[in-house]
């Protein structure tokens, strides 16, 4: 009886005991299977979201963070918790869940940039403890409501740069107390601009909108690149504002003043109307002029300019060298083993001259410790911070290829750099394809052509291959191909994008003038075969593509539109440059090439080539063919010009 008393008491204890644990062990389980609260509201988030297979590994069963390091792309993860979202370049689109982000208590970031988002700016003050907020080169519009960011206190970072947004700048944001960086470029924003009091203000780029009004004091020591294109600022560090004249009881004063007024507008616009006309009737001579400009080498006070240029360099690095905090500044730094080094005043002892004024700076031949360099000057490349700038050059210079033109040293200050790399031998293509000859010199033959294409798609392949941005390039163009020696082209100028002010990027570069960005506001991974195939079209055609000039793409100034178009009007014998010698047995090989061309520059991203595809069908390509193939049996055969005969057009070309 004693023993099973005592055996029903160890009974009862243990049930007892047992009881919490298997209890725990069921709430473990359905934990577990319901997924952990930092995924469930990542996973809601990604529901509202259009386009959003870049992201489809998010994956439940798998937490998002594992202390430091993320297991979901794009997840920024901090001590185990969720920092924040970067989905930059995912082509990202639908609505932006809010709800579903604020509940998590760590989250600081979120970059959207470089997506399809569109519509008006949704409510961040539902965040109100966001640090960084990065949401540039979208598609967001309308005006932003005034009191927008009130209440986000620890926001540090906001980057809206080339978007739609419209009205003014909400005042709320002069009120942020940690607002350092601040981005609002490349918009249709109205008015004045607020008064900014912010002691740790870095930044604050308002270019190409529309506003007007005196710069606020507290933002006259920045850069003028922060408030260029906007035609009614005044105050340093722009021009002086004008003030406005008082008006007069009088009413014929008011009546005189009208008129005058009138007068002078009329005035203008015939002037500009005919600086129009003017530019529009000898555009193609001036362009022509530019390059051989450009092409040429003048020595008549060159070494006066370029010992000036070097003396305001030197002292006023010396003026900044002062308040440096880098051992480095105001030196050049090297990226090449294999070049002699020197420093800025061996630059400043050096002959040299003029090479030339491009859309990005001048460049000079110095002769250096007896080795000829080219150093480049760069006035808008202000747009990372210097270690951000450092690492890309670092990048740059590690960059091997024999169609690359290697970049030897550069030198950083505030308001402008310089790159500095090997002598070309033979100029740029630009200057072989468009300067005037003399008599005696013949243009390039097609087997040099040939060689030059070749060598281009090879190393812009290498690029693709070697830097994951969209438009590794980004500025393919006949001038920023240069031949050495032996006629070997070499890429320069490529790889810049990230570090040059976006105002100026979307002034100048080649791929802001690409057919995806007029249509969509966006440069796509196949921006720089546009480029490379306006280039392959520019070498068969001899003509200067007007793209070059224009502000943005028009297909009535596009090289491909012409081609076609004679294609269509029959025209075909008038397209290949009268130039080009070495033709003979080579006519079929030049029409497999215009069709690359014209495959490169299709304005539908997706039936344009990639740059394997592009690589691929040049590469196979000879120097000559089977005269008697073409002309013999085949004559009068039509040859495709667009690929898979999806426009239908075919041409024979005559002998």
Same mark, same amino acid.
């Given at each position: 009886?004693?023993?099973?008393?005592?055996?029903?008491?160890?009974?009862?204890?243990?049930?007892?005991?047992?009881?919490?644990?298997?209890?725990?062990?069921?709430?473990?389980?359905?934990?577990?299977?319901?997924?952990?609260?930092?995924?469930?509201?990542?996973?809601?988030?990604?529901?509202?979201?259009?386009?959003?297979?870049?992201?489809?590994?998010?994956?439940?069963?798998?937490?998002?963070?594992?202390?430091?390091?993320?297991?979901?792309?794009?997840?920024?993860?901090?001590?185990?918790?969720?920092?924040?979202?970067?989905?930059?370049?995912?082509?990202?689109?639908?609505?932006?869940?809010?709800?579903?982000?604020?509940?998590?208590?760590?989250?600081?970031?979120?970059?959207?940039?470089?997506?399809?988002?569109?519509?008006?700016?949704?409510?961040?003050?539902?965040?109100? $403890? *966001?640090?960084? %907020?990065? /949401?540039?080169? @979208?598609? &967001?519009? +309308?005006?932003? =409501?005034?009191?927008?960011?009130? !209440? #986000?206190?620890?926001?540090?970072?906001?980057?809206?740069?080339?978007?739609?947004?419209?009205?003014?700048?909400?005042?709320?944001?002069?009120?942020?107390? $940690? *607002?350092?960086? %601040?981005? /609002?470029?490349? @918009?249709? &924003?109205? +008015?004045?601009? =607020?008064?900014?009091?912010?002691? !740790? #203000?870095?930044?604050?780029?308002?270019?190409?909108?529309?506003?007007?009004?005196?710069?606020?004091?507290?933002?006259?020591?920045?850069?003028?690149?922060?408030?260029?294109?906007?035609?009614? /600022?005044?105050?340093?560090?722009?021009?002086?504002?004008? =003030?406005?004249?008082?008006?007069?009881?009088?009413?014929?004063?008011?009546?005189?003043?009208?008129?005058?007024?009138?007068?002078?507008?009329?005035?203008?616009?015939?002037?500009?109307?005919?600086?129009?006309?003017?530019?529009?009737?000898?555009?193609?001579?001036?362009?022509?002029?530019?390059?051989?400009?450009?092409?040429?080498?003048?020595?008549?006070?060159?070494?006066?300019?370029?010992?000036?240029?070097?003396?305001?360099?030197?002292?006023?690095?010396?003026?900044?060298?002062?308040?440096?905090?880098?051992?480095?500044?105001?030196?050049?730094?090297?990226?090449?083993?294999?070049?002699?080094?020197?420093?800025?005043?061996?630059?400043?002892?050096?002959?040299?001259?003029?090479?030339?004024?491009?859309?990005?700076?001048?460049?000079?031949?110095?002769?250096?410790?007896?080795?000829?360099?080219?150093?480049?000057?760069?006035?808008?490349?202000?747009?990372?911070?210097?270690?951000?700038?450092?690492?890309?050059?670092?990048?740059?210079?590690?960059?091997?290829?024999?169609?690359?033109?290697?970049?030897?040293?550069?030198?950083?200050?505030?308001?402008?750099?310089?790159?500095?790399?090997?002598?070309?031998?033979?100029?740029?293509?630009?200057?072989?394809?468009?300067?005037?000859?003399?008599?005696?010199?013949?243009?390039?033959?097609?087997?040099?052509?040939?060689?030059?294409?070749?060598?281009?798609?090879?190393?812009?392949?290498?690029?693709?291959?070697?830097?994951?941005?969209?438009?590794?390039?980004?500025?393919?163009?006949?001038?920023?191909?240069?031949?050495?020696?032996?006629?070997?082209?070499?890429?320069?100028?490529?790889?810049?994008?990230?570090?040059?002010?976006?105002?100026?990027?979307?002034?100048?570069?080649?791929?802001?003038?690409?057919?995806?960005?007029?249509?969509?506001?966006?440069?796509?991974?196949?921006?720089?075969?546009?480029?490379?195939?306006?280039?392959?079209?520019?070498?068969?055609?001899?003509?200067?593509?007007?793209?070059?000039?224009?502000?943005?793409?028009?297909?009535?100034?596009?090289?491909?539109?012409?081609?076609?178009?004679?294609?269509?009007?029959?025209?075909?014998?008038?397209?290949?440059?009268?130039?080009?010698?070495?033709?003979?047995?080579?006519?079929?090989?030049?029409?497999?090439?215009?069709?690359?061309?014209?495959?490169?520059?299709?304005?539908?991203?997706?039936?344009?080539?990639?740059?394997?595809?592009?690589?691929?069908?040049?590469?196979?390509?000879?120097?000559?063919?089977?005269?008697?193939?073409?002309?013999?049996?085949?004559?009068?055969?039509?040859?495709?010009?667009?690929?898979?005969?999806?426009?239908?057009?075919?041409?024979?070309?005559?002998?």
């Amino acid at each position: 009886m004693v023993m099973a008393a005592h055996v029903a008491t160890f009974a009862r204890a243990t049930t007892s005991s047992l009881a919490p644990l298997v209890l725990a062990f069921v709430l473990s389980t359905v934990v577990t299977s319901s997924g952990s609260p930092d995924s469930d509201a990542l996973l809601k988030f990604k529901n509202l979201l259009a386009n959003n297979e870049a992201i489809n590994s998010w994956n439940p069963s798998v937490k998002p963070c594992e202390w430091d390091r993320s297991n979901w792309v794009g997840v920024l993860c901090l001590n185990g918790s969720i920092r924040g979202l970067q989905l930059e370049h995912m082509a990202l689109a639908g609505d932006i869940d809010l709800e579903a982000l604020a509940p998590l208590p760590s989250f600081r970031t979120l970059s959207l940039m470089d997506n399809n988002f569109d519509g008006p700016l949704p409510d961040f003050k539902k965040l109100g $403890k *966001l640090k960084a %907020l990065y /949401l540039s080169n @979208n598609r &967001f519009s +309308g005006d932003i =409501p005034d009191n927008a960011f009130e !209440g #986000m206190g620890s926001l540090k970072r906001l980057y809206l740069a080339n978007n739609l947004l419209t009205g003014k700048i909400p005042s709320s944001l002069a009120t942020l107390p $940690k *607002l350092m960086e %601040l981005k /609002l470029e490349g @918009n249709q &924003f109205r +008015g004045q601009i =607020p008064n900014f009091q912010q002691k !740790g #203000m870095k930044t604050v780029s308002v270019a190409s909108n529309e506003l007007e009004g005196p710069i606020p004091e507290s933002l006259s020591r920045l850069s003028p690149n922060y408030f260029a294109g906007n035609k009614g /600022l005044c105050g340093p560090p722009l021009g002086p504002c004008i =003030p406005s004249l008082p008006s007069t009881p009088r009413v014929t004063g008011k009546k005189f003043s009208i008129l005058y007024i009138v007068i002078i507008i009329l005035i203008v616009l015939l002037i500009l109307a005919a600086i129009a006309f003017a530019f529009l009737l000898f555009s193609r001579k001036k362009c022509k002029s530019r390059i051989q400009r450009t092409a040429s080498s003048p020595e008549e006070n060159s070494n006066k300019m370029v010992a000036s240029y070097y003396r305001d360099v030197h002292r006023e690095s010396s003026e900044t060298r002062s308040h440096a905090k880098k051992a480095d500044h105001g030196k050049l730094t090297f990226l090449k083993n294999d070049i002699e080094k020197f420093d800025l005043q061996d630059l400043l002892r050096a002959s040299a001259e003029v090479l030339g004024s491009g859309t990005f700076g001048s460049s000079y031949k110095a002769v250096v410790v007896g080795q000829p360099v080219v150093v480049k000057r760069y006035r808008h490349m202000n747009n990372v911070g210097r270690e951000e700038f450092h690492e890309h050059m670092r990048r740059l210079g590690r960059l091997k290829h024999p169609n690359l033109l290697p970049l030897a040293a550069y030198y950083n200050r505030r308001d402008e750099k310089l790159l500095v790399t090997e002598f070309a031998e033979n100029g740029s293509l630009a200057s072989h394809l468009h300067g005037n000859h003399s008599a005696e010199e013949d243009g390039l033959e097609w087997h040099s052509r040939l060689k030059i294409v070749k060598g281009v798609a090879r190393g812009l392949a290498f690029l693709y291959n070697e830097l994951p941005i969209i438009a590794p390039h980004g500025h393919l163009k006949s001038s920023n191909v240069l031949l050495d020696e032996s006629f070997e082209p070499l890429l320069t100028d490529y790889a810049l994008r990230p570090v040059v002010n976006p105002e100026h990027a979307h002034m100048f570069m080649m791929a802001y003038k690409s057919p995806e960005y007029a249509q969509q506001s966006r440069t796509s991974n196949k921006t720089d075969i546009w480029s490379f195939g306006v280039l392959i079209l520019e070498m068969l055609t001899g003509k200067f593509p007007e793209n070059y000039l224009t502000p943005c793409y028009s297909s009535d100034a596009d090289l491909a539109t012409w081609v076609n178009n004679m294609v269509k009007e029959k025209r075909t014998s008038e397209v290949f440059d009268k130039e080009i010698a070495g033709t003979k047995n080579s006519k079929g090989e030049m029409i497999k090439l215009l069709k690359i061309g014209l495959s490169c520059c299709e304005e539908d991203v997706e039936r344009r080539l990639d740059i394997k595809e592009a690589v691929e069908k040049i590469d196979v390509l000879k120097e000559g063919d089977d005269d008697e193939e073409l002309y013999g049996s085949d004559q009068g055969k039509a040859y495709s010009v667009r690929g898979n005969d999806q426009e239908g057009y075919s041409f024979t070309l005559d002998r």
